[in-house]
């Protein structure tokens, strides 16, 4: 791992890679600007005025757009700010489903790092494993008893987000990833059917998967409290895996580290001994 004497700024340091990114990083002994809106360095999409303090030193940054913030405008502007401002290397977190299926928004936010002047590495993962216990859309299901959802028999390569926050620290600290487009999955696909029952063997849970069609899940989303658009995003996402249409591995992690990625079997292990699946 090379060095960089000046430090690396981690946008949604709070959050599932963030955090990683951050964990990982420190124990490289790099220096790191841990950005979220309420943290020490702090960092708000919808607050131009918060940028340039949090890019004060960086040399680097790992950049995570919020679904609800304007990628293409916002990421444009703080890349050119970046760029102005010394940073040399943008790495930003994309995904592998809506990039594509042509999604606008990540299309856009890939292609302002791109333009930003800086080197840029993108990132596209699958599904990430830890959804499943750290994402309380599918935790509490899964504490509940039945995981009901819109994907049917469809495949997907679950990603575990250590793999993604790895790639993301070669990318910041290491030569040799920049104008990389990473797709990173994991090395096996199973179905929600097959994850489930993974989840209940290793954590001792009665946990079932209830296959249903895009109709009844949102109505079963919508008695849940969740929102209409929460419901459509949702069953978009669903109806793609269903269809197959990420039925396939991706190379990313291999490329980027020369290892193989992390299988969803272990992910489950140590997350059922951690105590994740425990009410």
């Known amino acids: 791992m090379t060095s960089n004497r000046r430090s690396i700024l981690v946008l949604g340091a709070t959050g599932k890679t963030g955090s990683r990114v951050v964990s990982q990083l420190r124990q490289h002994d790099v220096e790191v600007r841990a950005a979220s809106r309420n943290g020490a360095t702090r960092f708000d999409w919808g607050d131009e005025g918060t940028w340039a303090p949090a890019l004060d030193g960086a040399g680097a940054a790992y950049v995570v757009v919020p679904e609800e913030v304007d990628g293409a405008e916002r990421v444009s502007a703080f890349g050119a700010l970046a760029a ?83 790639v993301a620290v070669a990318a910041l600290t290491e030569d040799g990833h920049a104008g990389e487009t990473y797709e990173l999955s994991g090395p096996r696909l199973l179905t929600f059917g097959d994850a489930v029952a993974e989840i209940a063997a290793a954590s001792g849970r009665d946990v079932r998967y209830v296959p249903v069609d895009q109709a009844a899940f949102a109505a079963y989303a919508a008695e849940h409290g969740a929102p209409p658009e929460t419901i459509e995003v949702l069953n978009a996402l669903y109806g793609w895996i269903a269809e197959g249409r990420e039925a396939h591995l991706s190379d990313g992690v291999q490329r980027a580290l020369g290892r193989e990625p992390r299988d969803f079997s272990d992910y489950v292990k140590a997350a059922a001994a951690s105590g994740a699946w425990r009410d």
């Open 84 to 166: 102005a401002r010394g940073v040399e290397r943008l790495v930003l977190l994309s995904a592998r489903d809506w990039a594509n299926s042509g999604g606008e928004a990540e299309l856009a936010s890939e292609r302002a790092v791109q333009g930003a002047g800086t080197a840029w590495t993108i990132l596209r993962p699958t599904w990430f494993a830890q959804n499943f216990s750290e994402a309380p859309w599918l935790r509490d299901p899964v504490l509940g008893g039945e995981v009901v959802l819109s994907t049917g028999q469809g495949l997907e390569p679950f990603i575990d987000a250590d793999d993604i926050a790895a």
